[in-house]
């Protein structure tokens, strides 16, 4: 059964960092994309960092995040992180981690587009507020 679990949210002040983990089983970690994701009510749920399948390794960062936030896997671990630092009130939203479970990297992997995502995790609240 293929799971993802999420954890590292938190209420943190603007500038500071959090590191997000997403623990995954059922599932090879580094044969597929995987991804975080976040929403805000009333929004439409949003790619922020997804990376490929350790075919390449490819990176894929939103713009407002670029320079803040890295995405990284540790495949003994299961587990891939999203560390994110000088942190913004934009920021805040509900973190997911997703994958697509698909040979094809394209469409998760290089567009970190949440439609392709075939399996989700239950989300982690990030909130960044003085």
């Known amino acids: 059964q293929v799971q993802l679990v999420e954890s590292g949210g938190a209420l943190v002040q603007p500038g500071g960092s959090l590191r997000l983990s997403c623990i995954v089983s059922g599932f090879t970690l580094d044969y597929y994309a995987i991804g975080w994701f976040r929403q805000v009510p009333g929004k439409e749920r949003e790619g922020v960092s997804c990376?490929?399948?350790?075919?390449?390794?490819?990176?894929y960062y939103k713009d407002s995040v670029k320079g803040r936030f890295t995405i990284y896997r540790d495949n003994a671990k299961n587990t891939v992180y999203l560390q994110m630092d000088t942190l913004k009130p934009e920021d805040t939203a509900v973190y997911y981690c997703?994958?697509?479970?698909?040979?094809?990297?394209?469409?998760?992997?290089?567009?970190?587009?949440?439609?392709?995502?075939?399996?989700w995790g239950q989300g982690t609240q990030v909130t960044v507020s003085s």
């Open positions: 990376i490929t399948s350790s075919r390449d390794n490819h990176t």
């Open positions: 997703a994958t697509d479970l698909i040979a094809d990297d394209y469409g998760l992997g290089y567009l970190c587009d949440p439609s392709v995502a075939a399996a």
